[in-house]
């Protein structure tokens, strides 16, 4: 998984141990991996949504790699990853890439093709998607080990279109159960983009209504097909809409637009409000984020409960520090920073404050 996910990674993991009725798991948590013994079939694991991949690991006690191409071990793991592929089905493996240090070498090549022949797929080093993974574990031992789906799982089958600036999907799987996961919430995420947040939230349980909206209509289109896709649709209210004058698709333009609604006047109001503004590199700027950030605060203060939440995700980590280090109407309970592209966002939980 992504670094900085690890402990929701294992509650995750936890939580699908009791529903499958399994006794307690023995783990391993690294910031970047779990190690587990499941003792259940290892396609449970693939329900999972806050990892990256699951991979099935082999080890051995030998002091080099070239003890790999001993015949018994050469056999076990082409058992195993004959294993793998067929759990795998109906998803099937195209072939097999091996990457380890020195892939290129005698010794890695002899490896991959045994390997590759041995469960009678192509060897395709820059595209095979049975991912075989060598490595020198933590204790010295040498651990071969192979990705068990043909994607990974953070690849979601509901992604059918990409939006610029949009987050990993196993990363907002995490964040929405950061944020609590409760059947009663009313659930808003502006500034929607591809829907990620809104979609995973949905995924991950009822809710009293999931709304989002969006500036960019290309982005609201895109989120539409991405909820559809996911088999969500149908339990969202998506439209145009600005944030900084209202988080609710069912305002209307005009309604938002006559300034009343940000200083008081009935409107609806969230347990919950997911957000993922532009970060100012692939959407948006830094000048007009200040800007835009105050707003989107204040207005979202003013449609959520008293002892709602708020969760953000930005890369624009001074400019939020600044503005919630001392907000009037939001308390950070929570704070960490993930990775997601190769950024480290800044991700916090906000809980809306009495008054103001
Ligand atoms: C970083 S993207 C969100 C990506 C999204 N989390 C995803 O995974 O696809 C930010 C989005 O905010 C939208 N946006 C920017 N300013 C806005 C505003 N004032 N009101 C509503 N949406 C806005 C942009 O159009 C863009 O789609």
Redesign the pocket.
Known sequence: MAPGLADLALNELRALARRARLPALETTPRDDAIAVAWPGDPVELHALRTVQSVARVWRFDVPRPKALLDNTAVRTLVDGLRTVVESARPARFEGLRLSAAGSGSAVMRRLAEALAAGVGLPLRDDDGDLVVRVRRGADGAWEVLARTTPRPLSVRAWRVCD?????DAAL?AALVRLAGVRAGDRVAN????????LIERALAGPAACLHG????LA?LAC?ERNAAAAGVAERMVLAP????LSLDPTAGVDAAADGAAVDGGPRRRYDLVLV????GD???DHVANAT?YET?LRVAAAQTVTAGHLLLITHEVRLAERLLGDHPAWGVRHARRVWQGGHRPLCVVLERLPGG
Request: hydrophobic share 40%.
């Open positions: 939006r610029p600036g949009g987050i907002a502006p500034m929607l983009g591809g829907g990620t947040l909206v969006d500036t960019d982005a989120a809409g600005d944030a900084t993922d503004p532009p970060w692939a959407v948006g835009l989107l």
